[in-house]
């Protein structure tokens, strides 16, 4: 389908980032998508709606600036408030660990009970479909948890570092009679630098997973599923093979579903539950990355 508009192929996409099938919003609006996703969550919860006390998205871009992502979720779940904040992170494709630190710490000080909280992207809105560097990588998708206080967070770990020119999309502001022009507010699609991005990805993935897990006061082998953001095949294979651990503990669904930036994880999570390869009790490593540069680990009991 690709190659009727864009000059590429499988035998280009495939090798290189493993990628044969991804999902694109159409004719649905994705805060449809975020909120099934949360209405599935809380179904699967036992819940409903009017249970919960905060909801949160991860999210980069969608076409409304404000109100938030979760507040336009709120109102489709049908939870009237008022005591029901709202708000959104933006920390990329690191975001679901950068929101779970945030929820968990809402959830430790007793400032919330039960949290909505949403990761959903429309990536595929981002990138300029003449340009073929971009446009084949990505997917749009949504994955959500309702979460409560607990101990299973065993630890976590968050960074950044300013390299804006690695990652970057921009939309210009409106014009005020002021505003000089710095060149900067214009329109820019997605901006990649591929090859940067893959080298930062692989050493701060194994830079982080080893700090969270000797965190956590653990080995690298007492971990049993690593689920790692699902960007490229190729970098997910070049972090395992840093690790002499059995390759099955590394989680993969990018052949399906494509860069679903901050619902990558939690996305892979629900899948890998479903299938049937998770038991309560089980050890995690989450570990996210993206544009910033920012980075984000944690270990997490099941
Ligand atoms: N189809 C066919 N040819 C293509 C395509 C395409 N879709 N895209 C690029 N090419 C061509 C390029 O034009 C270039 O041609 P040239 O040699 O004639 O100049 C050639 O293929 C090689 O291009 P590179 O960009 O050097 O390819 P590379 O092997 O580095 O792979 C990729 C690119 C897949 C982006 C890789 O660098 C990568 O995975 N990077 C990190 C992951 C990433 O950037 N993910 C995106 C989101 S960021 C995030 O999630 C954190």
């Known amino acids: 389908m690709l190659s009727e508009f864009l000059d590429t192929s499988d035998e280009w996409i495939v090798p290189?980032?493993?990628?044969?099938?991804?999902?694109?919003?159409?004719?649905?609006?994705?805060?449809?998508?975020?909120a099934l996703a949360g209405q599935r969550a809380i179904d699967a919860a036992g819940l409903v709606p009017e249970d919960i006390d905060f909801i949160i998205c991860s999210n980069v871009v969608n076409c409304y600036v404000t109100p938030s992502l979760a507040s336009l979720v709120q109102g489709l779940l049908g939870i009237k408030g008022p005591n029901c904040p709202t708000m959104d992170i933006n920390s990329a494709c690191a975001g679901f660990v950068y929101g779970l630190d945030i929820c968990d710490a809402f959830l430790q000080t007793g400032r919330a009970n039960r949290?909505?909280?949403?990761?959903?992207?429309?990536?595929?809105?981002?990138?300029?479909?003449?340009?073929?560097?971009?446009?084949?990588?990505?997917?749009?998708?949504?994955?959500?948890?309702?979460?409560?206080?607990?101990d299973n967070m065993l630890s976590c770990k968050l960074t950044s570092t300013p390299m804006p020119d690695v990652i970057y999309y921009r939309l210009p502001c409106e014009?005020?009679?002021?505003?000089?022009?710095?060149?900067?507010?214009?329109?820019?699609?997605?901006?990649?630098?591929?090859?940067?991005?893959?080298?930062?990805a692989v050493s701060s993935a194994q830079r982080d997973i080893k700090d969270v897990v000797a965190k956590a006061g653990l080995q690298l082998e007492d971990i049993d599923h690593f689920l790692l953001h699902q960007a490229n095949q190729r970098i997910i294979d070049?972090?395992?093979?840093?690790?002499?651990?059995?390759?099955?503990?590394?989680?993969?669904?990018?052949?399906?579903?494509?860069n679903t930036s901050s619902a990558s994880i939690p996305?892979?999570?629900?899948?890998?539950?479903?299938?049937?390869?998770?038991?309560?009790g089980d050890l995690m490593v989450f570990d996210g990355f993206g544009?910033?540069?920012?980075?984000?680990?944690?270990?997490v009991r099941y």
């Not at 084949?136 to 979460?147: E, Q, S």
């Not at 005020?176 to 080298?199: A, C, N, S, W």
């Not at 996305?267 to 309560?280: A, M």
Request: proline letters at 2%.
């Open 115 to 150: 949290i909505l909280y949403i990761c959903a992207e429309e990536v595929t809105r981002m990138v300029d479909w003449t340009q073929r560097e971009t446009a084949v990588l990505f997917g749009d998708a949504a994955g959500a948890m309702v979460l409560g206080k607990g």
């Open 238 to 258: 070049a972090i395992k093979q840093n690790f002499d651990l059995p390759a099955e503990r590394f989680h993969s669904n990018i052949e399906k579903r494509g």
């Open 175 to 200: 014009a005020t009679p002021y505003e000089t022009g710095t060149g900067i507010d214009t329109h820019m699609p997605m901006q990649l630098k591929g090859r940067e991005v893959f080298r930062m």
């Open 16 to 34: 290189r980032t493993g990628i044969k099938t991804r999902q694109i919003v159409t004719d649905e609006r994705f805060e449809e998508l975020a």
């Open 291 to 299: 544009a910033g540069f920012v980075t984000s680990a944690a270990v």
């Open 267 to 280: 996305v892979l999570l629900d899948e890998i539950i479903r299938e049937g390869k998770v038991k309560r």
